[in-house]
């Protein structure tokens, strides 16, 4: 008979924990604990609760959370599931197949948007195993991998309280979830229990702001639920009379109040504004006690500053942020393609380009690129806020002077707008999802630009020669932001004197064998960004978009605050209720037996 996903909860929340088999094989128990004590390469480890293990939640206890959190509790199944007659998850096996569903799946897998709006889809899939893609043969397998079990899909704060106490009660691994817009695999873990916040969707804009922080700042101010996204956002600021505009990402479906300003938040405005981070006023947030709280510089001031980028899913859980916003600007933006078959002249295009990256950034632009092997460099777009196509164009005119003498063969143009909102909506292109690729990065520091370029040149060549490639932004996190205000917030102090952060992306299959995963691993943390590193000694890691098993990732994301924030994740989670992989404080977990099981070292 066919099993639904429903039916299969009913069971979920009806399973008695007996030796005894059960539609949903409930597996024989164990010792009875809190934690689960297991061996791994011979360190011993306390682990998370997991399904099978005695201290998994009886089902009298899931029946009781979901009644808690008014029927919002469901069972994770991968967004693909409906293309396979069957989903064999580790609660049971439910008969999936939708001919109907598998279709609108398949033509929207690499929609954002789409896999946001799902309980539980992690936008690149990586770090899900990917075992369970879209598919022509209903009869291949389709299993969890590394999905979450079970998901609570949040209406309310107190559905947010009850989750993360019902996590720290039962010790569970525990993911707080918006968007899924993640590089590092932070929205998704094996076993785990997900706390889904993309329905808190309110906005709201004053004038003038009269909340406790920062002291003195009276001036307009947003406030956002967990949930919204950065298009929404904009375009609720761009309706004004006269429009504003604020700090987000350069990705229109990136979330404003979560993992985004907690790993600091750089967008197209940093140049102007700083990063997201500094421009927050205030949070309201669920602590590890499931405790509702208010933080700002007057009230758990400490807490206020270690959310202002001191690592994501650390602290807590934000319900609702409060930032200021701007006045928005004429904006001017202008694209750029080089694309040669003659590798040396090649190299000596993007040399005339990058070693300008100082300069852009000093001339207030906002440069946006790509790199790809074997010979294309994309632009797209170069972003003048407040200046005119003259202006704009003045500013570029020793580039294209050295690019002509070169005689580079490339294509650009320009266009002018109203407001930098509707630059944003013509000139940045969306992303896709639904890709498998390892993820890692730095940033060039001005003076490593200026003094050593040669190495960063030939440290490119290095990404692009092991199967990577390269996205740039460049910007300088201080250069609008008086210094004053820069310890005000917990990021990394290094990025007040970078001019180009860089994304390295290493494509890889989820579901490769562990082998060809280790390697891969090994090549982009030893070789590819390694050669990035050495080439700008004086650079820093974005924790968003880095490689988190980079040696020394204390330093590399959060440079010297990185001890005040340790101190405060053992004042706010002391017992690592949150979890996201190269954080403060989780020095000791590890995911362990193949990835899968969140353990601590004893």
């Known amino acids: 008979m066919r099993k639904s996903v429903l039916s299969l909860l009913a069971s979920v929340l009806l399973c008695a924990q007996e030796s005894e088999a059960s539609v949903l094989n409930c597996r024989a128990p164990r010792p009875v604990g809190k934690s689960v004590r297991k061996v791994w390469n011979g360190a011993n480890y306390d682990c998370k609760c997991f399904p099978g293990d005695s201290c998994w939640p009886k089902s009298q206890d899931w029946q009781k959370l979901n009644t808690t959190v008014g029927g919002n509790l469901i069972v994770s199944t991968p967004p693909a599931a409906s293309c396979y007659n069957t989903f064999e998850g580790p609660l049971g096996n439910i ?93 998704v873990g094996w076993g785990a229990l997900v706390i889904n916040t993309h329905s808190f969707q309110s906005i709201k804009v004053v004038n003038n702001w009269n909340g406790k922080g920062p002291k003195g700042y009276k ?80 009230e758990n001031s400490d807490l206020f500053w270690a959310l202002r980028g001191g690592g994501p899913a650390s602290f807590g859980v934000i319900v609702e942020a409060s930032y200021k916003v701007f006045n928005d600007q004429t904006s001017t933006g202008a694209v750029l393609d080089i694309t040669t078959t003659n590798t040396t002249l090649f190299w000596e295009a993007v040399t005339a380009f990058h070693s300008r990256a100082n300069y852009f950034v000093d001339n207030g632009l906002y440069v946006y690129y790509e790199i790809f092997a074997p010979v294309q460099l994309r632009v797209q777009p170069f972003v003048a806020v407040g200046k005119t196509p003259a202006q704009l164009a003045a500013v570029l005119k020793p580039l294209f002077t050295d690019l002509d003498k070169l005689g580079v063969p490339y294509t650009t143009s320009t266009q002018t707008f ?38 960063i040149i030939e440290a490119f060549k290095t990404v692009l020669a092991n199967g990577a490639f390269m996205v740039g932004h460049m910007w300088n996190g201080g250069q609008g932001l008086p210094q004053s205000e820069w310890s005000k917030s917990a990021v ?96 000791k977990w590890e995911q362990i037996e193949f990835e899968t099981r969140l353990c601590k070292k004893v």
Request: hydrophobic residues 40%; contains cysteine; neutral net charge.
């Open 95 to 187: 008969n999936t197949y939708d001919a109907a569903k598998c279709a609108e799946v398949t033509a929207n897998f690499p929609s954002e948007q789409f896999q946001i709006e799902l309980p539980t889809a992690g936008l690149w899939t990586y770090f899900t195993n990917d075992t369970c893609r879209p598919t022509t043969n209903p009869s291949d397998k389709c299993t969890l991998g590394y999905y979450p079990v079970l998901a609570i899909m949040a209406k309310t704060t107190a559905h947010i309280q009850e989750g993360v106490r019902f996590a720290r009660k039962h010790n569970l691994r525990l993911i707080i979830r918006n968007t899924g817009h993640d590089f590092l695999g932070r929205s």
């Open 418 to 455: 109203s407001t930098f909102y509707d630059l944003y909506l013509a000139m940045f292109e969306g992303e896709v999802a639904g890709n498998s690729a390892l993820t890692g990065g730095w940033t060039m520091a001005k003076t490593d630009v200026a003094n050593n370029h040669p190495a």
């Open 492 to 587: 990394n102090p290094r990025f007040r004197a970078v001019s180009d952060k860089i994304i390295t992306i290493l494509p890889i299959a989820g579901n490769a064998p562990l082998s060809a995963k280790e390697e891969a691993q090994n090549r982009l943390t030893n070789v590819v960004d390694a050669a990035l590193r050495a080439a700008s000694p004086n650079g820093a890691a974005y924790i968003n978009e880095a490689d988190p098993f980079q040696p020394n990732w204390q330093t590399a994301f959060w440079g010297t605050n990185y001890p005040q924030l340790l101190k405060a994740r053992q004042k706010w989670d002391p017992e690592g209720i949150f979890y996201a992989v190269s954080t403060p404080g989780t020095e």
């Open 219 to 298: 001036g307009p101010a947003v406030t956002v639920g967990a949930g919204v996204q950065a298009q929404k956002a904009l375009q609720t600021l761009h309706a004004l009379n006269p429009p504003k505009i604020m700090v987000t990402g350069e990705c229109i479906t990136v979330g404003v109040a979560g993992g985004l300003v907690q790993g600091g938040g750089h967008g197209p405005l940093t140049n102007q504004h700083g990063f997201l981070a500094d421009t927050a006023l205030q949070f309201k947030v669920v602590t590890d006690e499931g405790q509702l709280l208010t933080a700002n510089e007057s």
